[in-house]
């Protein structure tokens, strides 16, 4: 959700500022922030990041003590983004996130994948074999973009496609920057089911796994989600979304000396990625 909210800039109006005579608004407090900034947006994005950090769902009290704003300025923005759809009211007087950040949330999915290409292409004539890019979306791994291996038998992800992280190479090089408490919790919910023999189902050895996958700086599927089916993954760091990109194909193209020459190069492709995000 975070990547949308840089899309809402272009529809949301300062609830504070007018601007006159085509002069830049100023702050409320009179004091001026980054250079061509207007701090009554900033602060909105603000508030949207740090529910959406929360689950979606926060009161007053708790967004005032999370920013460090006055409760007044706080049910002044909160008032605004209510009228403009992009937060509700429920009946317990908390706020959620609005459902017109879904449609920005889609076109900024639809995004990520267009920036991604470039990169993905790039991997494929490298390396030869299916590229992908995948995000985190609540407690699945969902695929946003792929670039297919130019092989008559290559390994084909639908866009789109939905799966649990655990049995994943991208939702293993995601889980390893994460708290592991969160690790747990996540694994918790989901139950980590077993697809294949080589599926990992047991908490205490997944987390000793990323423990690995940190320390190595990338993330293997050896059959767990397919049999025969080889997958190596990194993590897009400093990203807005949680994002992973990789490489699959039939393991036994798949080969040690391919992993050897792929993990530099999805390395790179991923710090430009990232730095096409900013």
């Known amino acids: 959700m975070r990547a949308a909210f840089r899309d809402l800039r272009l529809n949301f109006r300062d609830p504070e500022s007018t601007e006159k005579s085509g002069c830049a608004v100023t702050e409320e407090n009179g004091s001026k922030g980054r250079s061509g900034s207007v701090q009554s947006i900033e602060r909105a994005f603000g508030l949207l990041e740090t529910m959406a950090d929360a689950g979606g769902m926060m009161g007053l009290s ?21 009228d403009l759809g992009y937060l509700r009211q ?12 879904i449609r920005l949330g889609e076109s900024s999915s639809h995004m990520l994948s267009v920036w991604a290409r470039p990169h993905l292409t790039r991997l494929v004539d490298e390396l030869g074999e299916s590229a992908n890019m995948a995000m985190l979306d609540g407690d699945q791994i969902v695929y ?9 038998m290559r390994m084909f992800t639908e866009v789109g496609r939905r799966v649990l992280p655990h049995c994943t190479a991208v939702g293993k090089a995601i889980l390893a920057q994460q708290p592991e408490a969160e690790v747990r919790e996540l694994l918790r919910r989901t139950g980590m089911p077993q697809h294949t023999d080589a599926t990992i189902t047991d908490p205490g050895k997944f987390t000793e796994q990323l423990r690995a996958v940190e320390e190595a ?30 490489i699959s194909g039939p393991a036994g193209r798949m080969t ?10 999805l390395t790179q492709a991923a710090k430009s990625f990232s730095a096409d995000l900013r």
């Open 62 to 82: 708790q967004l005032a003590t999370a920013s460090g704003l006055p409760l007044p300025t706080i049910h002044r923005l909160v008032r605004t983004l209510v």
């Open 90 to 101: 429920e009946q317990s007087r908390q706020y959620v996130l609005g459902p017109r950040l």
């Open 144 to 152: 946003l973009a792929q670039v297919p291996s130019r092989h008559s």
């Open 217 to 246: 700086g990338y993330a293997t599927d050896e059959g767990e989600q397919e049999l025969g089916v080889r997958c190596i993954a990194v993590a897009v760091p400093d990203a807005p979304s949680k994002l992973a990109i990789s």
């Open 256 to 265: 040690g000396e391919l992993v050897h020459r792929a993990v530099p190069l």
